[in-house]
């Protein structure tokens, strides 16, 4: 096994029993064990406990920010503000992870639950929006600052209710009611930013990964 093997071993049973005990309850030690390394191998690749922790939540944002990248490059409707907040909600959703942590839940993340906002990529996901402000794709009545604010508000809300049957769709419907322009956009238009929608999109996730890649963060 390599390193690179080896590492994301690691993560993957810290992500299981961080799921299973919470925080407060797995050691180092337990981790090292079910991984079937010393104690001092965890410690090669993170230098602490949180180190460790916080890897396993990059490498959740990171892949979060893939499927992203993805949905925009297979349909380029989804540089839509909407359509691409419905494929990140979706996408948070299937990861227990990162459900636990958009709801700062204390039994999952413990003292964690208190460094969240570090591991958010609010500030990366400025480009996008600078990107669809340039184009005329979301309201321009609001300033900048202010609609992101309000857009992360309103996907906060729906991400910190219980499960609600067409949540995803109804958050799609809301956030484009709320913050795009009435009509439907060029499809040309849409077809020639998905590129650079994708890329801004990329950095987001190259930005987790070289935090955790490798067991180098």
Do not use: C
């Not at 050691?27 to 460790?52: M, P």
Request: proline share 6%.
């Amino acid at each position: 096994m390599d390193r690179r093997e080896r590492a994301e071993r690691i993560l993957d049973v810290a992500a299981d029993l961080l799921l299973r005990w919470g925080y407060q309850k797995v050691t180092v030690d337990d981790v090292a064990e079910r991984a079937g390394v010393g104690k001092g191998t965890v410690y090669l690749h993170w230098k602490s406990r949180q180190d460790l922790f916080h890897s396993v939540f990059r490498r959740e944002l990171a892949a979060a920010s893939d499927e992203l990248v993805a949905a925009v490059r297979a349909d380029p409707r989804t540089v839509l503000l909407h359509e691409l907040t419905r494929v990140n909600f979706e996408s948070v959703n299937r990861r227990p992870l990162l459900r636990a942590l958009t709801r700062a839940d204390p039994s999952v993340l413990g003292k964690l639950a208190r460094e969240r906002a570090e591991s958010r990529h609010d500030e990366a996901l400025a480009g996008y929006f600078r990107l669809l402000t340039e184009h005329g794709l979301v309201r321009d009545d609001l300033p900048f600052d202010d609609l992101r604010y309000a857009w992360h508000a309103t996907l906060e809300g729906f991400s910190l209710f219980p499960p609600h049957p067409g949540a995803a769709d109804l958050l799609a419907a809301t956030v484009r009611g709320a913050f795009e322009p009435a009509g439907e956009p060029d499809p040309a238009l849409l077809a020639e930013l998905a590129p650079r929608a994708a890329e801004l999109l990329t950095e987001i996730g190259n930005e987790h990964r070289t935090f955790y890649d490798g067991g180098n963060p």
